[in-house]
Structures are given as structure tokens and as C-alpha cells.
């Protein structure tokens, strides 16, 4: 079904009535429907992939996982839809899936005139360039004349050519759609480099390599991309639920709360905890959601700490700038109170 | 004839009204979206590269509307050179299942099955692993003539360097192919009025190469070679043909050859023995009873369908997203993907394809025209 979801997703925007997309709320018709739409990559290593069992697994499936727990109390109430980088905002605003991650950047452009909203940031990633050691090449700026494996449409076609056109040089872009296909292209020698975000590049390597060790990725960085979920213009409660369920899970991580410790720290003295966990206060009524919803997002799913253990650690990933800004990363949530 | 002439009304009013649903709902849900609408992104600067171009020179600072070009252009080269080879190819086989020879008639009935039951996009993937996984890279480069270098990036072929007498050449051959076609005419109504058959296929090659290569002795025999050389990565100068281009022809031209060749076949055995035994019975020899009697019927039956396979080819050809050659329908999707209009993406694939389909389609149609029988087409 991937190859025409684009499809599809444009003849159903052409052809909903606007009622469907519009007078019900994203929040009523996930409940009526009863599961949460998600769509995810079609399959980035640590971010969103199938495992043997047929079970999603990634930080982005985490996060589908945590809005589904908020919503029902029940993590496993998710469907997913794997989409291409090209499907991806079809999908979303034709209405197809009701939270878009999918390792996709944050940019003014997809803001705005694409009718999206970026609820915020789960990985900090930046752009960069993997290349066979046997090649010898030790930095971006020795790749004039390269030939270059990218996927299209996404930030990264464009800041491949934006870094290279910065610095004068050239080079042969191959396109290819599919992460499988593109992965093959670079694996097989077609090209000498592949470019996608560092994320990718490390998961790549790490999942799809012949030989890992083979591979360097170069030291430079030539783009910030914030990756984060998105959801459509238009419904700010649902925007809201997602964006709350993400801070959730960074604020747990700050405030210790684990999926083992949650349970015991459900009866805590601190009012902190108990505002969290919704023993205090009506956050999650705010929000028209069960009161213990932090507490399901934890208890089924875990921090974002966790998560990141879980599922990139083995990849080879570090923390880096994706860890808490206590402890010298970006991560920040607002309070939750 | 009233009453037919309102159900048309009728249904054309209800077909309308469809359209125009369809349109204000999207602009509306567009509009209630803020999601932005239009052409206007055509003149913005596209920002990304191209990997290969035919004719359209392409940089990242160019416009999306150039880049639709660029892929327009690669569509055509692909679709034109794949039906040139599909219908050689095409009629080959096609022929060769017809032989008495027994190997070459199964031989072309295994490749026609073969073909024409495996799916396209399978046949793709196919060439172009063959391609990329087998050939080495660009530094151990297989050079199977001096100065041709072939490798996982292409075959890469020296060319003759540009020179101001190659412009003078196109015209000359240009005057050759008229001079040649008035010659024919020429013959024809002489054969007509006298008898006199026409003088043979030679002084038509004459006419054709001859006159390129007089005007070539005559500016001196300029030519020198633009060789691909390796530098860096990879080879610079000569000319590439790269594995996408490879991959996509060839599976577009072997596919497409095996309907072609059942139509040939289909083609010939339709027209009546008689006629072979008309032409024996004439006294022709039996190139000339191909030529003359049997290959006019036999096109007859073969235009129409050989339409379908040309326009089947130019639409398959985009399935080069998948293999990563820049056709039109990879450059629309990218743009769809950088600008977020994917209506307007649609459109102008489908409108471009539909342009296309419909000119091949007419260009057939007048070919069928004049090889139909008089009268008798409807």
C-alpha cells in the first residue's frame, strides 16, 4: 500500500468533505475509532521497525505509544502506517493518521505552509555523511566530484546542495525513494557517500552494513535538524494531548520516575510526583484526558530516558545533545502544574 | 432526438457538478488547512541537484519550472530511445518465432514468455542490481576499449569534442533525409507513369550519410576526442550513460519488445496465404513480396496495437523513481515534497503524460491513416 498512500492521500483530500476532516475533533474521532493512527518511517533502526515478531518498535513508536496510553490507559491501542519521507504530509493532512512520527524535521516551511504543527522535539539530529573507509577521505570538504546516495524530498536533498554549492564543489546526486533501495545503491559501491541525518546514518550502519567497521561517518555536521511529531493545523486540544504526552516522558525522566519506580512513587509526599502522576490536581481533566494519564505514559511505556536506553543505546548511539539540559543536553520540559 | 439531446445535457450538468464538488471541496479543505495553493512555486529557486540531464543544463540555483524540464526532457530521452529498441527488437523476435528454424523459434517463444510474464518493476530492480552489484568500482574501472571505461558508475565514453563544423553536419544531414525523401517521390511517380522501377536503397544512403560526410572531408576532418579521464571520484569528460539510464532502457526495451513481438507475429500470420501464393504465382522474388505485398497488410494490423505498447512504454518509464533516474515523475515528487503541493504536482504529471499519450496517439493515428486500406477505415 506504501507506494500509493501519496496517492490515495491526495484523492482523499480532494474528495472529504470538509466535516470530516474538520467539525469533529482529532480527540473524538481516535476515541470513537478507538486506536491512534501513527504513522512512522518504514523502517529506521532504533526510530520506528517492525521486529521479528511483526511488533513496532523505535523512540518514535514510543511516542504513538505514549499518546495511546494517554488517550485509553492502554499503550498497545496504536496503528501504524509506515510512510516514505514524499507520503509523509499527505498522510497527515489528508487526514489518513492522526500523529506523524517519523524522524521528520522541524522547519518554518513544513510549519507553516503545509498546514502542520510541530508539537516539539524528540531526537536533535544534523545532517552528515557516511563514506567505505577504503576511500581515505577524512572530511566533508574532500568530497568534490563525489557521487551521493539521498532520499528525496526531505531537508536533506536540499542542504546537500546547499553545502556543497557553499563550498564550490560538485557533485552527482543518485535518488532513490525507498531507505532500503538507497541503502543497497551506497552498500554496492554505486555511490562513494551517503547522506542523511547522523540518526541514520549510525542506524544504518549499524542495521544494514555488510561490515560496520568498513563505514566512517565524517566528523562534519552541515545542518540542524530538530525531529520531532507533527499534527495538522487546526485542533489545538489534540495538539495539545501530543504535545503534553512528549513532555511528559522528558519531565519523568528529570523527576527520576521510571516505568519500574512509578508504581511506589504513586504514593509519594512530593506534590511534584503527585501532580504527575494525577494523584493531585486536574492537569489531565485540562487537557480532557484521564487524570493518571502521565502515570499510563510511564507505567506502560517509560521516560524518555528509557526509551532512548532501549532502542538507540544498542545501535551505538550516545546521548549527546539529546540528553536532559541538567545534564548538558537540550532536553527541556516545561512544568507540568 | 430531444429527449437524447436532454440526457446529454443531463449527464453533462452531472458530470460538472461532480467536478466542481471535487474542486471546491479541496480548495476549501485546503484553505480551512492554511494549506498553501497554486502555481507560484514554479518561478522559486528549486535548491536541489539533478543527477543527470539531457540537453537542459541544471544547477541548484535554478527554478522548480526548470527542473520539471529537465525531467520532461530525461522522460523523453528514455521513452524515445526505448521504443526505437523495443520495436527493433520487437520485430526481431518477433520474426524470429515465425522461422523455420526450430532453435530460433523457441528461443524467441522462451524470451517472449519469459518477459512478458515477469512484472516490470521486478525486471527493473533486476538490471539495475546486475548493473551496480557486479561492475566494479569507478578506480578498477573494466576498460574494454582504449579510452571506454566501464564501472558501477556507468559506462563512460569519449566523444568527439565540440566543433563548429558538427553544426554544419546536422544541416547537411538534415538536406540529405529531404533530398532523399523528394528522390523517392520522385521515383515513385516515374515508376507510375513509365515502369521504370526506382534505382535501389543505395542512393538513398548516399544521400543521407554521404552528404554529413562530404561537408566533414571538406571543413578538413576536424576531430578531436573529448576521453573520459579519472579524476577524483570519477570520470570527468567523454560522455556517461549511467546505470539508472542503462537499467530503466533496457528493462523498458525488453519488456516492451516481447509485446511488440506477438503483435508483428500476429501481424504477419494474419495476413491470407493466398497472398504469399499471389505473389510466388507474380513471378516477385520473395524480398520483394515481403516489401511489397505482405508488409502493407500486415502493418495494417500491427499500427493500432503497436500504439498501445509505445504509450504503455512512455507511461511505465515512470518507474524510474524506483531505480533513482531523474524522470518527471521523480522531479515532481521531490518538488511535491520540498513545496507540500502535491495537488498541483499531480496535475501537472498528469497533464505532461496526457500531452504526451495523446500526441503519440494522434502521430500513430496518422501513420494508420495512410497504411489503412482506402475506404475501408472507419
Known amino acids: 500500500m506504501n507506494r500509493y498512500s501519496l496517492w490515495t492521500g491526495v484523492a482523499a483530500l480532494a474528495i472529504l468533505g470538509t466535516g470530516a476532516v474538520h467539525a469533529q ?38 511516542l504513538c505509544r505514549a499518546v495511546a496510553a494517554a488517550v485509553f490507559s492502554d499503550a498497545s491501542k496504536v496503528r501504524y502506517t509506515p510512510l516514505t519521507a514524499q507520503q509523509r504530509f499527505t498522510a497527515l493532512q489528508s487526514g489518513e493518521v492522526d500523529v506523524l512520527a517519523r524522524n521528520t524535521t522541524w522547519t518554518v516551511t513544513r510549519d507553516t505552509s503545509l498546514g502542520l504543527n510541530f508539537v516539539g522535539v524528540n531526537f ?66 554505486r555511490c562513494d557517500v551517503f547522506t542523511t541525518d547522523v540518526s541514520g546514518l549510525v542506524s544504518t550502519r549499524g542495521s544494514r552494513a555488510p561490515n560496520p567497521a568498513e563505514h566512517i561517518i565524517l566528523p562534519e555536521v552541515i545542518s540542524k535538524e530538530p525531529l520531532g511529531p507533527v499534527v495538522r493545523h487546526g485542533d489545538d486540544k489534540w495538539f495539545d494531548i501530543v504535545k503534553w504526552s512528549l513532555f511528559a516522558m522528558l519531565e519523568a525522566e528529570e523527576m527520576n520516575l521510571t516505568s519500574k519506580n512509578i508504581d511506589q512513587a504513586a504514593s509519594s509526599k512530593d506534590p511534584a510526583v503527585q501532580r504527575f502522576v494525577g494523584a493531585s490536581g486536574d492537569v489531565g481533566k485540562m487537557l480532557g484526558l484521564d487524570n493518571r494519564w502521565a502515570f499510563n505514559i510511564i507505567k506502560q511505556v517509560g ?31 516545561p512544568p507540568i502544574r | 432526438m430531444n429527449r437524447r439531446l436532454a440526457y446529454q445535457a443531463g449527464l453533462l450538468a452531472a458530470a460538472g457538478l461532480v467536478l466542481w464538488f471535487f474542486v471546491s471541496n479541496t480548495a476549501r479543505n485546503l484553505e480551512a488547512l492554511r494549506v498553501a495553493s497554486g502555481f507560484g512555486f514554479l518561478g522559486r529557486e528549486a535548491g536541489f541537484e ?40 520487437g520485430t526481431l523476435i518477433g520474426l524470429g518465432r515465425l522461422s523455420s528454424n526450430w532453435l530460433v523459434a523457441r528461443l524467441a517463444a522462451l524470451y517472449v514468455e519469459v518477459m512478458r ?23 578498477e574501472a573494466l576498460s574494454p576499449l582504449a579510452g571506454v571505461f566501464l564501472s558501477n558508475r556507468g559506462i563512460a565514453l569519449p566523444v568527439p569534442a565540440p566543433h563548429p563544423a558538427y553544426g554544419w553536419m546536422l544541416a547537411a544531414l538534415l538536406a540529405g533525409v529531404v533530398a532523399a525523401i523528394l528522390v523517392a517521390r520522385w521515383a515513385r511517380a516515374r515508376q507510375a507513369a513509365t515502369g521504370a522501377p526506382p534505382p535501389g536503397a543505395w542512393l538513398g544512403f548516399a544521400l543521407v550519410l554521404g552528404t554529413p560526410l562530404a561537408v566533414f572531408l571538406a571543413s578538413g576532418a576536424p576531430l578531436a576526442w573529448d576521453r573520459p579521464e579519472l579524476a577524483g571520484f570519477n570520470f ?3 560522455a556517461t550513460l549511467t546505470p539508472e539510464f542503462a537499467a530503466l532502457l533496457t528493462g523498458l526495451a525488453t519488456y516492451t519488445a516481447a509485446f511488440v513481438a506477438e503483435i508483428v507475429r500476429a501481424g504477419v500470420l494474419a495476413v491470407d496465404k493466398g497472398q504469399f501464393e499471389a505473389a510466388d504465382s507474380l513471378g516477385l522474388p520473395r524480398r520483394r513480396a515481403m516489401q511489397l505485398v505482405i508488409l502493407p497488410q500486415a502493418l495494417r494490423l500491427i499500427v493500432p496495437p503497436m500504439t498501445s505498447q509505445y504509450l504503455n512504454l512512455t507511461k511505465n518509464s515512470s518507474l524510474a523513481v524506483a531505480i533513482g533516474y531523474p524522470d518527471l515523475v521523480s522531479i515532481a515528487n521531490t518538488t511535491m515534497n520540498q513545496t507540500g503541493q502535491a495537488i498541483e504536482g499531480i496535475a501537472i504529471i498528469m497533464l505532461v503524460y496526457l500531452t504526451i499519450s495523446l500526441s503519440i496517439s494522434a502521430f500513430m493515428n496518422w501513420y494508420n491513416r495512410r497504411v489503412a486500406l482506402r475506404g475501408a477505415s472507419r
Open chain 1, 25 to 62: 475533533s482529532t480527540l473524538d474521532a481516535v476515541q470513537k475509532k478507538g486506536h491512534v493512527q501513527c504513522g512512522v518511517n518504514t523502517g529506521l533502526a532504533g526510530f520506528s521497525q517492525p521486529d521479528s515478531k511483526g511488533v513496532w518498535k523505535g523512540l518514535d513508536v514510543d
Open chain 1, 124 to 189: 536533535y539530529d544534523g545532517q552528515g555523511f557516511m563514506v567505505p573507509r577504503k576511500l581515505n577521505v577524512k572530511s566533508a570538504k574532500q568530497l568534490n566530484g563525489a557521487t551521493v546516495c539521498v532520499q528525496p524530498g526531505t531537508t536533506t536533498e536540499l542542504n546537500l546542495a546547499d553545502y556543497f554549492r557553499a563550498n564550490r564543489m560538485s557533485f552527482k546526486p543518485v535518488v532513490i525513494e525507498k531507505l532500503e533501495e538507497v541503502t543497497n545503491a551506497y552498500f554496492s559501491g
Open chain 1, 303 to 333: 521516560n524518555y530516558g528509557e526509551s532512548f536506553e532501549t532502542h538507540l543505546k544498542p545501535l551505538g548511539f550516545d546521548r549527546g545533545i539529546n540528553n536532559l539540559w541538567t545534564k548538558g543536553g537540550l532536553m527541556y520540559a
Open chain 2, 50 to 89: 539533478i543527477g543527470e540531464t539531457t540537453f537542459i543544463a541544471f544547477s541548484a540555483a535554478d527554478t522548480y519550472l526548470r527542473a520539471f524540464g529537465v525531467g520532461l526532457a530525461n522522460t523523453f530521452r528514455v521513452a524515445l530511445l526505448g521504443i526505437v529498441v523495443a520495436t527493433v527488437l
Open chain 2, 117 to 139: 510474464n515477469i512484472p516490470l518493476l521486478v525486471q527493473l530492480f533486476f538490471w539495475y542490481a546486475i548493473i551496480a552489484e557486479n561492475l566494479p568500482g569507478p578506480r
Open chain 2, 236 to 238: 570527468q569528460g567523454g
